[in-house]
């Protein structure tokens, strides 16, 4: 069968209503156990069935998500113009391969690789002295953090490799093209145009 898919719509989200989810499968059974979740253990008569928790989303929230809707078309074509922008200016200065940006993955964000987590220092530190936000995008790894540690794993010397050298760069519907051309420029003077590697 299909993969189930988690969708978050907190308010970094590409299409946010503030807090809340959403849970696509084609398993029936499965979308049932997710609602039994979310409400209190109780599917058609109110008797507890599970460990559950009260996740539904709130009437504020998704009356957000409605007047999101009626803007949704404007707001991810303006998103599409910003990673644009980006792809067009990392082009021109030679860096098109260290950049991840729609349409190759959700607009809301765009990635910059580095070469190694010396390089994602350094640049995080340029960018910061501009006064521009940047973060690694994935942190360590999830599995590194406190809680996961300990779990069971398969072997994640991908994700070991890669967290450290993702660098989330700003992105907003309203993010001028002035903005994105100061990061690049950042970008080149630290990172060069040598190609980072995948």
């Known amino acids: 069968g299909q993969i189930p898919v988690v969708i978050s719509l907190h308010a970094t989200k590409a299409f946010?209503?503030?807090?809340?989810?959403?849970v696509a499968a084609d398993d029936i059974e499965l979308v049932q156990r997710v609602g039994r979740a979310l409400n209190f253990g109780i599917q058609d008569v109110r008797d507890c069935l599970m460990p559950s928790t009260n996740g539904k989303m709130s009437?504020?929230?998704?009356?957000?998500g409605l007047a999101e809707?009626?803007?949704?078309?404007?707001k991810l074509a303006a998103l599409t113009r910003v990673a644009d922008r980006?792809?067009?200016?990392?082009a021109a200065a030679g860096m098109a391969d260290r950049l991840?940006?729609?349409p190759d993955i959700a607009p809301?964000?765009?990635l910059f690789r580095c070469k190694d987590a010396a390089e994602s220092k350094r640049i995080c530190g340029a960018l910061r002295r501009k006064g521009i936000d940047s973060r690694q995008w994935y942190g360590r790894?999830?599995?590194h953090e406190t809680y996961y540690r300990e779990l069971p794993r398969g072997n994640l010397a991908e994700t070991d490799r890669l967290a450290p050298n993702l660098l989330g760069l700003p992105v907003a519907p309203d993010l001028s093209d002035a903005l994105v051309?100061?990061?690049v420029a950042v970008l080149r003077a630290t990172a060069g145009t040598n190609s980072g590697s995948s």
């Not at 809707?69 to 404007?74: A, F, G, H, S």
């Open 141 to 143: 790894g999830i599995h």
């Open 16 to 22: 946010a209503t503030g807090e809340g989810g959403a």
């Open 100 to 102: 991840f940006a729609a």
């Open 59 to 64: 009437e504020y929230h998704a009356a957000v």
């Open 181 to 183: 051309a100061k990061i």
């Open 108 to 110: 809301n964000y765009v």
């Open 69 to 74: 809707l009626d803007e949704w078309p404007q």
């Open 86 to 90: 980006y792809a067009g200016l990392m």
